[in-house]
């Protein structure tokens, strides 16, 4: 018999208070982590991970990194927060600098707390520019969970069960996803001359009202499955968009800065969008998100649908602190060429765990930020979420922790990673794909993990 997870009995109590307590989506076993340090976070009984996840995406100087704590504990005896219809230096200076690293003229930011919150001010801004309803989103994408933002969200599983009727903007989640391992149309890049954009407007004209004021998509779709558009796919998009009079909004929450090898995401695409929105990794871990635009749209949105829109706590001068400061050190150490080059790195190492398991059907994503597709067998590409879990499960028995969502496993680590910590990472990711694969650990019950719980079958529908 395998042993299950050993954990000590404070670690089982404060796991026992959390499941009673706590609302919250857990994996299982539902791990209570108590520091953390550059790659590393910390269990309670003191056992150490990887943490292949930067928190939520948001922790790209690793965990505790010391210029940022030092920036904390300095802002925390200075200001905290203040009214948000009044400014701070710091917010003032990170708006211009995020509007520096932009192409084009995108550089007047509103600030948000979170992601959907800025992807909801995206969809206001363009309600009030264009006076239309529609927003027309990709399917797959994924831009948040308050009501209009999970109107745009086409992840799937369950997330929408009980909701009822969604929120306008949301007639129009048409456009198909460049989805080229599973393609939507079963046709084969590049010959199919990217077919699904044609197919796409052709379900725009049907299901719109054609009055539409924006296309909103992730630049690449994550959640969905880490879909890297083809080259052409989104200049494509923005043409459509430009055809339709929408403006076109993209999502870089899981992107900025620099996880893809480039600042922004998009920048690897030939494409300015006309509204892009930051959250996670730009925010430090901090909640500091938003919305960015051009003075003209800025001007012709402000005073219509709620523009500017100011939440209590956007624009702090903590939260501005760290996140300039982050991004600050992101530019001063390189670390978009740093991505780049070691995202290569992991995306090699990764590649001879596809070839060496059926069961890895495809290895899909950029810069260090990539995503394993479990599948039953690599020629039926049939999605196998319960062996997702149970190898998500021996990852973290293996000290790795990282997130799984139905058949996807991503692997997002500090962009501060090193050579060799990509290599013995990737080895012991073969040692929990061997497990998984023979069946380990026996006598474990995945449902009730979050990763299997936000999937088809579970009942609820996270899918971060
Ligand atoms: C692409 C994308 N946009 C928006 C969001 C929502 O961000 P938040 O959870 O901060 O509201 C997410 C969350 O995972 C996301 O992945």
Sequence with gaps: MDKPFKVSDRHNDLMMRDAKHVLGWRYQPRVIFESGSGLTLTDVDGKEYYDLTSGMMCMVLGHSHPELTETIRQQATSLVHHSSWYANPLIIEFAELLGSTLPGNLTVVNFTVTGSEANEVAMRMALGVSGKYDIVSVIRGLHGGSLAAESVTTVGGARRRNLG????????????????????????????????L????????????QDVAAVMAETILVAGGMIVPPPEWLPRLKQLAVRWGAL???????????????????EHYDVVPDIVTFAKGMSAGMAICGTV?????????AGKAGVPWAGTYSGDP???????????????????????????????QLESLCERFDIVGEIRGQGLYRMLDIVTDKQSK????????????????QGLVCICVKNFIRICPPLIVTRAQIEEIVARMKTAIERGEAGLPKGINFTTSSSLAAGEQGAHGRAD
């Excluded at 306008?168 to 149309?185: M, Q, V």
């Excluded at 076109?248 to 998009?266: C, I, N, S, Y």
């Design 198 to 209: 044609d197919s796409s407007e052709q379900m725009m004209e049907a299901v719109t009202s």
């Design 318 to 348: 903590l939260s501005a602190a760290v996140a300039l400061k982050q991004l600050q050190i992101v530019l001063r150490d390189k670390l978009v060429e740093r991505a780049a080059i070691l995202g290569e790195v992991l995306r090699e």
């Design 248 to 266: 076109l909004v993209l999502d870089e929450a899981q992107l900025a800065p620099a996880r893809t090898g480039k600042l922004w995401g998009f």
């Design 165 to 196: 009727p969604l929120m306008i903007p949301s007639r129009a989640n048409t456009i198909l996803a460049p989805f080229c391992y599973r393609c939507p149309i079963n046709l084969s890049y590049p010959d199919c001359g990217i077919a699904c």
């Design 293 to 301: 635009t051009t003075p003209e749209l800025a001007q012709r949105a």
């Design 382 to 397: 049939r999605p196998d979420p319960a062996m997702a879990e149970r190898i998500r499960y021996n990852m973290m028995e």
